[in-house]
């Protein structure tokens, strides 16, 4: 499988800068990570070689150079992003049909100082977490940035969304501190969620909730649930960076998925949990079917009882709930291998019932969305989605970033802990 945040910008100037993109010539070079390794494939058609022996490969970890030994003296170069940092001493090399492929494994030994462990918590629909994503210093920072810098969006009651820029080092109203601080959490979660960020996708927002209090008489999800295509029909992925603690029971404010099936960590035993779930499931898909994206939004008055199953689950926190904790991230896909929009990918958050240590509850959300020249190309969409699900380990920023078994994540977190201790 293919992970397709992979693509860099690539030139003839050893000195361009790369950028994750998306591109499916067959005569462009492209980066991809498959079947746990990263693999360069650089077209060399146009200088006809017909043999390995009249070409020169000189790699260095940041960087490929093609020089021709026969005929001109033409040469290539491609620059490879420092995460895909190319592993010399095991880097196979193939030539086949004017296109040149490197394969290695990642670079997983370079210098880092902490690891962020990314587990699967759920196949359907499909959720990673990863705990200590960002630590507490940093998430203060990212409230305290929102604050006085965000374009505050007034919600429902005391809540708020803040806007903030996409390429914080353009935005000459944050401190440099700042700036790199948003820009290394963008850049981390544009590998994790397999493509760069781009101008026509909604800014990146810091959402308050105000605490509300528990009233057993009160929904637990009080705007309801919804499909993330609900008004943006292009969005594959989402992810949540939770930037304080709620304390819990009370304090609740988990985002939680009703439809969850197959999950690591949360696993259903009884017949009738099992049940219950293979009925909601059922109504997610058919609500879905129907037209429906929003429980508070349907199609149809019909669809009321169904919808009212979907809230009814999430009430009794059926499926699975992830709860606010500082500096975990949340990725959950909207859309499947297939390309489709994932009908069991209804989700919604919960009421807050007690403050955080900021008063309410923080989190970093950040929507992506299909490339524009990828949309309504069935194949090539379902290809790109299907990479995306599968996101590749590597370091970036001093942060080694690998995927482990639930079981192994819980050790590592545990570690993690008495260390800070």
Not at 372 to 389: H, I, N, T, Y
């Amino acid at each position: 499988h293919v992970h397709a945040c992979s693509l860099v910008k690539l030139s003839d100037d050893p000195s361009a800068a790369h950028a994750l993109c998306v591109c499916e010539s067959p005569m462009a070079d492209t980066l991809t990570f498959t079947q746990g390794c990263w693999q360069l494939q650089v077209s060399i058609a146009a200088w006809n070689i017909k043999s390995a022996d009249e070409i020169c490969v000189d790699m260095s970890p940041e960087e490929v150079r093609i020089v021709r030994l026969r005929g001109s003296s033409e040469s290539h170069s491609v620059k490879v992003p420092p995460h895909a940092a190319i592993h010399e001493d095991r880097c196979k090399t193939k030539l086949s049909a004017g296109r040149l492929r490197l394969v290695w494994p990642p670079r997983l030994d370079m210098d880092w100082q902490r690891e962020c462990c990314v587990k699967v918590a759920c196949k359907s629909p499909l959720i990673y977490l990863a705990e200590d994503f960002i630590d507490r210093r940093v998430c203060v920072d990212i409230i305290k940035g929102a604050k006085a810098y965000g374009t505050a969006v007034p919600m429902l009651g005391e809540d708020m969304k803040y806007e903030m820029p996409m390429w914080p080092h353009q935005d000459g109203r944050l401190d440099e501190h700042l700036q790199a601080t948003l820009e290394s959490i963008y850049k981390r979660l544009d590998v994790l969620c397999g493509s760069d960020r781009r101008a026509d996708e909604q800014l990146p927002r810091v959402h308050y909730m105000a605490p509300r209090g528990r009233d057993i008489k009160s929904r637990r999800m009080p705007s309801g649930l919804h499909i993330d295509t609900n008004g943006a029909p292009f969005r594959y992925v989402t992810a949540i960076v939770y930037l304080d603690t709620l304390p819990q029971p009370q304090g609740d404010g988990a985002t939680t998925f009703p439809c969850a099936k197959e999950s690591i960590g949360h696993v259903l035993n009884d017949s009738e949990s099992t049940n219950n779930t293979n009925s909601v499931r059922k109504a997610g898909e058919f609500l879905f079917k129907e037209g429906g994206v929003h429980t508070m939004n349907l199609p149809d008055e019909d669809l009321l009882e169904t919808a009212e199953e979907l809230n009814r689950a999430a009430d009794r926190c059926q499926g699975v709930s992830v709860y606010p904790e500082e500096g975990k991230l949340l990725i959950f896909f909207t859309t499947g291998d297939d390309g489709e929009v994932d009908p069991f990918s209804w989700h919604g958050g919960a009421r807050v019932g007690a403050a955080g240590p900021y008063g309410g509850k923080w989190m970093l959300q950040i929507f992506k969305t299909l490339p524009p020249e990828l949309r309504g190309e069935k194949s090539r969409v379902a290809r790109f989605s299907a990479d995306c699900r599968r996101p590749p380990d590597f370091v970036m920023d001093g942060i080694c970033h690998r995927q482990v078994s639930w079981e192994q994540a819980q050790l590592v977190d545990s570690s993690q802990k008495g260390a800070k201790k």
